[in-house]
């Protein structure tokens, strides 16, 4: 495998995850660029460990309790970046001016639309995950989840310039993913997930696509562009949205 598919595998997992293996390899803007095609089998593995997590649990706690606590470490491997950025957004969202809503997107405090958020996403998201374990599905729908979501930073980047003219951590992606990485990702997310859930993941790949669109249209009219908070946001709300059409199917 050439050197530059190595360190972007690792940026991936470095930038999509706690798991410490950029430690020994120094990485740049452009290797998490090149990054994002690896980010739906990232999510992938996210979604896997978690509905592993799950199904063990079940065996000896009820649903919703074995769900909460597989969420609990998706959450703790993730560094609960998107739950964060979900947060930061929704705060974001009271605000009366853009450039007021940029302010309150870097600011580490959490308002009561933000904490609201959280809860309503994480009490969601665990009602969705109980469901498919008491129906059948749950890894399947996790796995498919994860993948897409995963890819949805990917083509919004692509599309949307960043909003701050100083730059910040959102802007690693913003103009540096390109039209074939776009195809890839979106290709390989959706890929894993028919494979891993046949025709309920053909319906979520096409609920996300809702999601991802209408956040994308919402972000342009609202701030000009999308922050990396903003990326975070769609992916933490399409792959609630894809677990809770996932459920509904079950």
């Not at 470095?14 to 090149?34: C, E, N, Y």
Request: charged share 10%; aromatic share 4%; glycine share 14%.
């Amino acid at each position: 495998m050439p050197a530059a598919s190595v360190r972007a595998s690792v940026a991936a997992v470095a930038f999509l995850t706690r798991v410490p293996v950029g430690r020994a390899i120094a990485l740049d803007a452009d290797d998490v660029a090149r990054a994002t095609v690896v980010f739906p089998l990232v999510g992938a593995g996210i979604g896997g460990l978690t509905g592993g997590v799950a199904l063990l649990l079940h065996l000896w706690l009820p649903s919703f309790l074995a769900a909460g606590i597989a969420l609990a470490v998706s959450v703790l491997v993730t560094g609960a970046m998107h739950v964060d950025a979900l947060a930061d957004t929704l705060d974001a969202a009271g605000a009366p001016t853009r450039e007021r809503a940029l302010e309150i997107m870097r600011d580490s405090r959490v308002g009561a639309f933000g904490a609201s958020a959280i809860a309503f996403d994480v009490l969601i998201k665990t009602g969705a995950i109980a469901v498919l374990l008491d129906r059948g599905g749950a890894l399947a729908s996790l796995i498919a989840a994860g993948a897409v979501s995963r890819a949805a930073s990917g083509p919004l980047a692509a599309v949307l310039p960043y909003p701050r003219a100083e730059g910040g951590p959102g802007s690693v992606l913003t103009g540096r993913v390109g039209l074939l990485a776009v195809c890839v990702t979106v290709s390989l997310g959706v890929g894993i997930a028919v494979l891993a859930a046949g025709w309920t993941g053909m319906v979520i790949v096409g609920a996300a696509a809702v999601v991802i669109v209408s956040l994308g249209l919402i972000y342009r009219r609202w701030l000009g562009g999308a922050t990396g908070d903003c990326l975070g946001a769609a992916t933490e709300v399409s792959e609630t949205v894809m677990l809770v059409v996932a459920a509904g199917l079950a």
